[in-house]
Each structure stands twice: as structure tokens, then as C-alpha cells.
């Protein structure tokens, strides 16, 4: 089992930075494919970015150059620094991990097949 604790949400103004945090517990070995998605109210869930155990990712087109994800193995971190936020990326961001059955399709942005979530931590940009 995973534990995943998000923190770093906020509410910013439009052009604004945030850095989220995600601390692994438990089964750390099962965090070696994890994932950014984000929830808006009334939409569905949102792949923003995913991250290997190689380092490689694979971010939204709505969010790249403008987000980035990353990882330190040490402190069992996972971050995700957000610069020049916009009113459209408000929503409740999680981050998630994919258990070891999924890892071959570790940076598909399909909220989907991850195992392991945390509970959220909000983020509200506004104009």
C-alpha cells in the first residue's frame, strides 16, 4: 500500500506560481510511475502529467511549458511547479500512483489505472 499527501494549493491570481507537494509512505516501490491529474467542478478528471522511473514525462498540452513535474527519490516527493497559472487550470489537483501491472503504459494521461491516490489539494487562479 501507498500513502500519498498532497499539499502547496492555494489561491493565486491569473500569471501567478504554485508548487504543489506529494509525500509517499508505505510501499515506496510502488511510486515509481506517478501522475498529476486535476479536477475541475463539473468536468471529468484530467491527466496533467506523468513521470517514469527514468524521468521521462508526459504533460497535457494545455500545461506544457508552463508546468513541471519532478521528483526526489529521497524525500519520497513528488512536486509540480505551475507558472503563469490561468483561471481554466482551477481544480482539485491529485497526485496518483500506477501499480507495477500499469507501469508499461506509465505516461498515457488517461486518469485512469492508478491505484494510489491522495487526497487533493486546491488550487483556484482568478482574471
Known amino acids: 500500500q501507498v500513502q500519498l499527501v498532497e499539499s502547496g494549493g492555494g489561491s493565486v491570481q491569473a500569471g501567478g506560481s504554485l508548487r504543489l507537494s506529494c509525500v509517499a509512505s508505505?510501499?515506496?516501490?510502488?511510486?515509481?510511475?506517478m501522475g498529476w491529474i486535476r479536477q475541475a467542478p463539473g468536468k471529468e478528471r484530467e491527466g496533467v502529467v506523468n513521470?517514469?522511473?527514468?524521468?521521462?514525462?508526459n504533460y497535457a498540452g494545455s500545461v506544457k511549458g508552463r508546468f513541471t513535474i519532478s521528483k526526489d527519490n529521497a524525500k519520497n516527493t513528488l512536486y509540480l511547479q505551475m507558472n503563469n497559472l490561468k483561471p481554466e487550470d482551477t481544480a482539485m489537483y491529485y497526485c496518483?500512483?500506477?501499480?507495477?501491472?500499469?507501469?508499461?503504459?506509465?505516461?498515457?494521461?488517461?486518469?485512469?489505472?492508478?491505484?494510489?491516490w491522495g487526497q487533493g489539494t486546491q488550487v483556484t487562479v482568478s482574471s
Open positions: 496518483a500512483a500506477r501499480p507495477r501491472t500499469y507501469w508499461p503504459r506509465c505516461l498515457s494521461l488517461l486518469p485512469s489505472d492508478f491505484g494510489y
Open positions: 508505505g510501499d515506496t516501490y510502488s511510486t515509481a510511475c
Open positions: 513521470i517514469d522511473s527514468y524521468g521521462r514525462t
